[in-house]
């Protein structure tokens, strides 16, 4: 299993930027898969659930709202859309995926078997 994430970059309070997961060896459509991020001296905050398969979505108070999960099926891809973006949304996010996890799972790292490398988005 592969996840390659890419989308960050530097953008102003306010503004939005849409983060895109793409996976190999592993169905996007049918597997659970989360976003999480961590920013410097933190420790890392799942901050969005999704599992197209069922229909199910969940989102961290702290961007929902705010964020929303979508999918490409034919190119095996999801995406965070965020909008409304605050200083404090600056991090290092990363895609995870496993097919056993649940929204509960936003707060227990250890349960997401597959990472990606993760980008880094920038609030200022």
């Known amino acids: 299993v592969q996840l390659v994430e890419s989308g960050g970059g530097s953008v102003q309070a306010g503004g939005s930027l849409r983060l895109s997961c793409a996976a190999s060896?592993?169905?996007?459509?049918?597997?659970?898969m989360a976003w999480f991020r961590q920013a410097p001296g933190k420790e890392r905050e799942g901050v969005a659930f999704v599992y197209f398969g069922g229909g199910s979505t969940y989102y961290a108070d702290s961007v929902k709202g705010r964020f929303t999960n979508s999918q490409d099926n034919a190119k095996n891809t999801v995406y965070l859309q965020m909008s409304s973006l605050k200083l404090e949304d600056t991090a290092m996010y990363f895609c995870v995926a496993d097919e056993y996890a649940g929204p509960q799972d936003l707060v227990v790292v250890e349960a997401w078997h597959y990472w990606g490398q993760g980008t880094q988005v920038t609030v200022s």
């Open positions: 060896g592993y169905s996007v459509s049918t597997g659970c």
